[in-house]
């Protein structure tokens, strides 16, 4: 066991140095856990789908997202900022508008989550479920900033 530990804070190492900026609560984690700690929110991995086809004000992320609640969906879209994931971008006009994209960070994390949806979807298949998922209907490409 201890060569799985010394394996998982080389990972953490490395990620860490190539993503300093990104806020990690405990470096001794295995990549995993780092990656579940990033898009594990409730609603987090819609928010980075739907900004994968573009930049977004939050009454437009609102509407899609219809079951978060205002303070929710803010607690996420604040915490996703602080983790690099997305960018908000504040206009100085009256009154304010603001636009969510997703930073390069964020665009790759995007085979991660169509990874997961395939999977998903054929783990539905295999217990006869069917899928009513709007993230059936396309790949998200990379945002470019």
């Not at 700690?37 to 992320?61: P, T, V």
């Not at 930073?103 to 998903?120: C, F, K, Y």
Request: proline fraction near 7%; charged fraction near 25%; charge should be positive.
């Amino acid at each position: 066991m201890p060569k799985k530990q010394v394996c998982t804070n080389m990972c953490i190492t490395i990620f860490w140095i190539l993503y300093k900026e990104v806020p990690m609560e405990h470096t001794d984690r295995c990549p995993v856990e780092a990656t579940l700690d990033l898009i594990g929110g409730k609603y987090k991995a819609l928010i980075l789908w739907y900004l994968s086809e573009g930049k977004l004000r939050f009454n437009q992320l609102s509407k899609l997202i219809d079951n978060a609640t205002p303070k929710m969906l803010t607690q996420q879209l604040r915490e996703l900022e602080a983790q690099k994931l997305i960018h908000r971008e504040v206009f100085p006009i009256i009154p304010p508008k603001v636009e969510y994209s997703l930073t390069e960070l964020g665009s790759s994390l995007m085979p991660i989550l169509v990874a997961m949806r395939d999977w998903g979807a054929s783990y539905m298949r295999a217990a006869n479920l069917e899928s009513l998922c709007f993230m059936m209907k396309h790949d998200p490409l990379p945002q470019k900033n």
